[in-house]
């Protein structure tokens, strides 16, 4: 369950290029809500700029000019070389495709966005993990209650089949307790195993706390947790029925 870009507290920094304001501000939107740190732009020189001052685990770019003009300044700066760069493209192309094959691209997105597919990409090329479900940070009150009793604290992570929950008082590994989330109006009570605990001394940025799964949860509960992480994802980004359509 754990995730450094949203667990960490680290910041990590990705790069989004597109002359396209809309598709750049979508973009940069979702990759936050992943829990990146995004510095955009619409020109390649300037994105090259900001590499100088602040290195990048990544870079999306639009394909096409833009898109060819930052991939052959990577490739011309040592410095740079190893960026993995994600093109962004409106329609398919077979030259893409190909030089993905061969492992000259790192990936490839289409238009209009998908949040699963922008987060497997994540996964792949920033997080090198085979994650496919995704995950969000939030701050949802929620209550431990068990035979330890109970306990307030926060689901700072959250995905449709378990939690982080940060609080100093961590049960064992492998210790099944009920988990009480409020999603606004709304909560669920839950069960959940312990997968590993995180504490201070594992390093300054590391959030105190316990990685958990969801057990024996319901398909009306999933459905309310998948719901509410699409509803946050396309807030302000996506169309309306968004979200309704995942439930």
């Known amino acids: 369950m754990s995730e450094p870009a949203l667990v960490s507290g680290q910041m990590r920094y990705i790069l989004v290029v597109d002359t396209d304001w809309n598709e750049r501000f979508t973009l940069s939107m979702l990759l936050q809500r992943f829990g990146y740190t995004i510095a955009n732009t619409n020109s390649a020189s300037e994105g090259v700029e900001f590499l100088c001052v602040a290195p990048a685990v990544a870079g999306f770019a639009e ?27 409106d329609r398919p192309d077979r030259g893409l495709e190909e030089r993905l094959r061969q492992g000259t691209l790192a990936g490839l997105l289409r238009t209009p966005l998908n949040p699963e597919e922008v987060f497997k990409v994540i996964q792949k090329v920033i997080e090198k993990g085979t994650r496919e479900n995704i995950r969000i940070p939030t701050a949802l009150q929620a209550t431990l209650r068990d035979e330890s009793g109970v306990t307030q604290g926060f689901v700072t992570v ?29 909560t669920v009570d839950l069960e959940a195993e312990v997968l590993y605990i995180v504490s201070f001394e594992e390093g300054p940025f590391c959030e105190p706390g316990m990685g958990m799964k969801f057990v024996n949860i319901t398909p009306e509960d999933s459905a309310l947790i998948r719901f509410f992480i699409y509803e946050q994802l396309g807030a302000g980004i996506m169309p309306s029925d968004f979200a309704v359509g995942q439930a």
């Open 63 to 89: 394909a096409g000019n833009v898109g060819e003009d930052l991939a052959a300044r990577l490739k011309a700066d040592a410095r740079f070389r190893d960026v993995p760069l994600i093109m962004v493209a």
């Open 158 to 186: 959250l995905s449709q089949y378990g939690v982080f929950f940060r609080t100093l008082e961590p049960r064992p590994a492998k210790a099944r307790t009920g988990v009480n989330i409020s999603f606004g109006d709304r």
